[in-house]
């Protein structure tokens, strides 16, 4: 039962600590930075004002999309590298990881 109660502790723990962490992702031309924290919602998008031009739609869509999942993709190894560290303190082992 101790054993129960210290994974949740810590389950808990990460769950905070992720939600609290912020993961910076920009466009390969800067004209836009997307914000995501570790639990993979995204806390601001920002765009350059050259990036709104009516001329730039299809290039902005496609540079939200990337810059987006770019920030998705680094939430995720920040997410896996944190839940691997408590699996191993607590002694689970999954493959895989």
Do not use: C, Y
């Amino acid at each position: 039962m101790f054993d129960q109660a210290k994974m949740l502790w810590k389950a808990n723990q990460v769950r905070k600590d992720l939600k609290r962490t912020e993961i910076e992702a920009k466009s390969n031309d800067g004209t836009i930075s997307v914000v995501v924290n570790g639990e993979m919602h995204i806390v601001s998008v920002e765009l350059n004002e050259e990036a709104l031009k009516p001329e730039n739609k299809r290039n902005l869509e496609k540079a939200i999309q990337n810059t987006v999942s770019e920030a998705l993709s680094r939430a995720q190894a920040v997410a896996a590298e944190k839940t691997k560290q408590v699996m191993k303190d607590l002694n689970i082992n999954i493959p895989g990881m």
